[in-house]
């Protein structure tokens, strides 16, 4: 059995919620409104009060205010609302250890910040998406680590993390992360994103959402904080950067973001 196949098997999840098919089902409707996502998270109180939660996160810029479901909707919309919601369901449904859950949820969190906040600077990047996809980008490690749990390395140096996975998995976190989703139904922006957030050159479509989250990814690395993982801010990143017109004044901002969310993220899966 290859790696493909052992995770096209994980779609059995037990642990996958009950409304996550209503979940992509709304990610997938334009039309979708937040009446139509209230309802389903409604049913979720775990989701409802970690939705609430991150909402306060300085990422979003309404620290402290944000009190009830619906003042979170009503503030951050329907698309960084089902962004969240489809993010925490698909972490909360691994049943890894909480310290790694609570590990990988800081870097993809701040990676998914990251990615949303550079979205606004990127012309054709849609906030939600790009938000999604800086969530769900490193969602192949806890793949790996899920079907591999004595194989897979989880602290390991930058640079040897893709290469490793492939000699010993045929397959990278990155394809692993995409193969996943791809049979989730997740629009393909967002799997793309994450299955080239280590390799933008390689990429032919959904460029400008996937280099939000290539962006993000590397940024973890040269700004000083506790949720970088596995990702490296190469010459190719920065050459890519400028092209997009984005330099150091973006990336003190960002720095300044991210370091006021740590504590935050320290409590949100309350480990
Ligand atoms: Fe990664
Ligand atoms: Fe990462």
Same mark, same amino acid.
């Given at each position: 059995? @290859? ?15 009950? !409304? ?7 990610? !997938? ?15 979720? $109180? ?12 300085? /990422? ?25 919601? #489809? ?12 310290? =790694?859950?609570? $590990? ?7 990676? /998914? @910040? ?7 600077? #990127?012309?054709?990047?849609?906030? /939600? ?10 969602? /192949?490690?806890?793949?790996?680590? @899920? ?14 993390? =893709? ?19 791809? !049979?989730?139904? =997740? ?37 000083? @904080? ?31 973001? =991210? ?13």
């Amino acid at each position: 059995m @290859t790696t493909f196949d052992r995770i096209t098997s994980l779609h059995t999840l037990p642990t996958l919620p009950a !409304n996550f098919a209503r979940l992509i089902s709304v990610l !997938n409707d334009e039309q979708a409104s937040l009446r139509d996502l209230e309802e389903i998270i409604r049913h979720d $109180q775990s989701l409802a009060a970690r939705i609430v939660s991150v909402a306060n996160s300085p /990422g979003f810029g309404y620290t402290g205010y944000i009190n009830s479901l619906e003042q979170a909707m009503l503030l951050l919309g329907v698309d960084l609302i089902r962004s969240l919601s #489809i993010g925490i369901s698909i972490f909360q449904s691994f049943p890894l250890p909480p310290t =790694v859950l609570k $590990q990988m949820w800081a870097h993809a969190y701040s990676v /998914g @910040t990251m990615s949303s906040l550079l979205s606004r600077k #990127i012309a054709n990047a849609d906030r /939600g998406v790009a938000f999604l996809g800086g969530l769900l980008h490193d969602i /192949g490690r806890i793949i790996l680590l @899920t079907l591999f749990p004595d194989g897979y390395s989880f602290r390991q140096d930058p640079e040897a993390i =893709v290469p490793t996975e492939i000699e010993r998995f045929q397959c990278s976190h990155a394809e692993a992360g995409h193969h996943f989703l791809k !049979n989730l139904y =997740v629009p393909d922006e967002v799997s793309e994103s994450v299955l080239y957030h280590h390799s933008i050159d390689m990429s032919n479509q959904h460029r400008d959402i996937i280099a939000c989250v290539y962006f993000a990814e590397g940024l973890m690395q040269i700004l000083n @904080t506790a949720f970088g993982g596995d990702g490296l801010w190469t010459d190719n990143h920065l050459n890519l950067f400028t092209v997009y017109g984005l330099g150091s004044k973006e990336i003190d901002e960002l720095a300044a973001i =991210v370091a006021s969310q740590e504590a935050e993220l320290m409590s949100f899966f309350k480990i």
